[in-house]
């Protein structure tokens, strides 16, 4: 397995080299002039030539990005041309908010969506399935800020069960260690800060996580389906064993690798995608950063938080094909 593991590891940096070259040479066809972007009205002659000298954009292009590769192998991102502020220490700060919203997103996809899948192909054809397959089909069209602003209305405004915005009640003095607010609640003791941040992620996390939700329940049921359906699940079957024991071992375990595939794809996307559900929600993550980044043409900024995206993206199919050489170790040999 460690050999596997290494295997895959080690074609990461080839990918996110290239990414890089890629990145580096689309942000640069964009149109319009980064200077002047970031200046706006007070973008004057002397402003525009000091903000180009002092990000190299006067600089030949190959010659521009050896230097952000040398920056970028000592794991400087480089700095914010909006801000000032280092671009890292950015998203060291920012991105623990979209990270903590993604993962409770994806856990209520993973934790609904694949009980509710097997049931759906274990009443097949049955009114209960007809209902989750058409549920399924629901989730995937409501946009998501539509039902992140209804889900507000009628369980934050209407109701009164949920808080309506932010990350945490600020009234309560609670200590940040990693950003991560529900984990230092739990590092700290503080449970009442642990408990307020959890509340505080319940409509976030439902909302962006419906579409995700969606997919794994209609990939589930097609997968059990499929496997059921297999010479090898009608000959274990045959052979007298435990019904029990034929789903566990036969039909889930086998019936989960496309499930994998599509949780990863999904982690990626709820990370990048998190912008709406931020907005709504009023929290404070990467997506208001990234989108005056975008309006300003902050190349380190877009350079930064496409690569960390990249690397997620390769960490978690890292994750998946670990999850396949778990479930089928004849991938291992692959």
């Known amino acids: 397995m460690l050999r596997f593991v290494v295997r895959r590891l080690a074609l990461v940096v080839p990918v996110l080299l ?6 580096f040479a689309w942000l640069r066809a964009l149109p319009g002039d980064p200077a002047r972007t970031l200046l706006g009205e007070r973008a004057t002659p002397a402003a525009v030539e000091r903000i180009t000298v002092a990000y190299g954009f006067d600089q030949p292009l190959p010659l521009q990005y050896l230097t952000y590769l040398g920056r970028l192998v000592r794991g400087d991102l480089g700095t914010s041309a909006r801000t000032g502020e280092p671009v890292l220490e950015s998203f060291l ?30 009443r097949h054809g049955s009114a209960l ?78 909302a962006l996580g419906t579409i995700p939700l969606a997919i794994v329940v209609r990939i589930t049921r097609a997968s059990v389906l499929e496997v059921t359906g297999q010479d090898y699940v009608r000959t274990a079957e045959a052979k007298g064993l435990a019904r029990s024991v034929v789903r566990r071992r036969h039909v889930l375990r086998n019936a ?32 208001s950063y990234l989108f005056e980044s975008i309006s300003t043409l902050d190349y ?32 291992r040999a692959a």
């Open 300 to 331: 380190p900024v877009l350079q930064g938080f496409i690569l960390f995206i990249a690397l997620v993206y390769a960490l978690v199919n890292l994750l998946v094909d670990v999850g396949y050489g778990v479930v089928d170790p004849r991938v």
């Open 256 to 287: 989960m690798l496309p499930v994998l595939t599509t949780v990863g794809l999904q982690t990626g996307l709820l990370l990048s995608g998190a912008v709406l559900t931020e907005t709504v929600f009023a929290i404070n993550g990467i997506g």
């Open 18 to 23: 290239g990414l890089s070259v890629l990145l």
């Open 93 to 122: 700060l920012r991105f623990p908010a979209t990270v903590e919203l993604a993962l409770a997103a994806l856990l209520v996809a993973v934790l609904l969506g694949i009980p509710l899948g097997y049931l759906a192909a274990r």
């Open 129 to 206: 399935d007809s209902f989750l397959v058409g549920g399924s089909l629901l989730g995937t069209v409501i946009p998501v800020f539509f039902l992140a602003y209804l889900l507000k209305l009628v369980f934050a405004v209407q109701l009164g069960w949920l808080p309506t915005a932010g990350r945490q009640d600020p009234r309560i003095d609670a200590t940040h260690v990693t950003n991560f607010f529900v984990l230092d609640g739990l590092l700290t003791g503080e449970w009442d800060a642990a408990w307020d941040a959890l509340v505080h992620l319940v409509l976030p996390a439902v």
